[in-house]
Antibody, heavy 120, light 110 residues
Framework: QVTLRESGPALVKPTQTLTLTCTFSGFSLSTSGVFVSWIRQPPGKALEWLALIDRDDHKYYNTSLKTRLTISKDTTQKQVVLTMTNIDPVDTATYYC????????????WGQGTLVTVSS | QSALTQPASVSGSLGQSITISCTGTSSDVGSYNFVSWYQQHPGKAPKLMIYEVIKRPSGVSNRFSGSKSGNTASLTISGLQAEDEADYYCCSYAGSSTWVFGGGTSLTVL
């Protein structure tokens, strides 16, 4: 059974760095064609793709946010970490991690999401 | 990497069919058959409904179907049921190892 779970702070102050962890089970990031991705959704708004990492540690980022994002993985711990620097209130959102399948380009399993509020 | 364009809302009666459009450009939807659709109920995570334009994951009702013409992809739901009421998002590969979602469509079942 594939599961993903996001964890991290619920409240972050502006200008701080946000660190989120995705802990997954039921699959291996060492498998060809299996990636893990981060996607966010501001309250009442649309989904926004953020970043993706594969088994070879190739990293892909949303062009608009690239300078602020870093994605990394710990394959043995089955975790993928996303950091976002210089946080702003507009970054308030539910952050999801999801398994991405390269053979078809789709997000087939999602975590329940974690709401991050940016406020002083 | 601009968001794909979806109608903000659509509605249909029980048992009827509806279609949700997803318009991109020749750089994303028009160039790749990597369009997927997601259903999201309030307070829940998105659920994959369609991938590679027309394919349905195991367990998804065959009432859901996808298509594409030019820069526009579409999701059709036939035989509308109450549980289909949700938000729907399209997603496309946008080249250069980036992906873009649509603005979302709220489906109301009357």
């Amino acid at each position: 059974q594939v599961t993903l779970r996001e964890s991290g702070p619920a409240l972050v102050k502006p200008t701080q760095t946000l660190t989120l962890t995705c802990t997954f089970s039921g699959f291996s990031l060492s498998t060809s064609g299996v990636f893990v991705s981060w996607i966010r959704q501001p309250p009442g708004k649309a989904l926004e793709w953020l970043a993706l990492i594969d088994r070879d540690d190739h990293k892909y980022y949303n062009t608009s946010l690239k300078t602020r994002l870093t994605i990394s993985k710990d394959t043995t711990q089955k975790q993928v970490v996303l950091t976002m620097t210089n946080i702003d209130p507009v970054d308030t959102a539910t952050y999801y991690c999801a398994r991405f399948m390269d053979h078809g380009d789709y997000f087939d399993h999602w975590g329940q999401g974690t709401l991050v509020t940016v406020s002083s | 990497q601009s968001a794909l364009t979806q109608p903000a809302s659509v509605s249909g009666s029980l048992g009827q069919s509806i279609t949700i459009s997803c318009t991109g450009t020749s750089s994303d939807v028009g160039s790749y058959n990597f369009v997927s659709w997601y259903q999201q109920h309030p307070g829940k995570a998105p659920k994959l409904m369609i991938y590679e334009v027309i394919k349905r994951p195991s367990g998804v009702s065959n009432r859901f179907s996808g298509s594409k013409s030019g820069n526009t992809a579409s999701l059709t739901i036939s035989g509308l049921q109450a549980e289909d009421e949700a938000d729907y998002y399209c997603c496309s590969y946008a080249g250069s190892s980036t992906w873009v979602f649509g603005g979302g469509t709220s489906l109301t079942v009357l």
